[in-house]
């Protein structure tokens, strides 16, 4: 199993964390370190190559000639993290 957590800091700052959990059985395999580093390159060019595509949408969103619109629909992701957000804004959970 992996997992992605987004930790927004600002409008312009998130922290990205990934991590992977793996039975006692997997881990014990005499191949498991060959193997998860598969597992593991891929993780780290995706998150390479979507940070790139983050600063690029970052950069042209501050530029002057922005106009906001409606997000796409082949974004639900973007959609969702933005409600994430907006919810603990406008309505943080109580202590």
């Not at 987004?6 to 006692?24: K, N, Y």
């Not at 949408?57 to 992701?77: A, C, F, I, N, V």
């Amino acid at each position: 199993m992996w997992w992605l957590q987004l930790l927004p800091h600002a409008v312009d700052r998130t922290t990205v964390v990934i991590g992977s959990c793996f039975p006692e059985s997997t881990i014990q395999r005499s191949d498991f370190e060959f193997e998860v580093n598969k597992y593991y390159r891929r993780w780290d060019k995706a998150l390479s190559e979507d940070n790139a595509i983050s600063e690029r949408q970052q950069k042209g969103l501050s530029s002057t000639m922005s106009r906001p619109g409606r997000l796409s629909d082949y974004e639900p992701g973007v959609h969702w993290i933005a409600n994430w957000v907006l919810d603990r804004v406008l309505t943080p959970s109580e202590a």
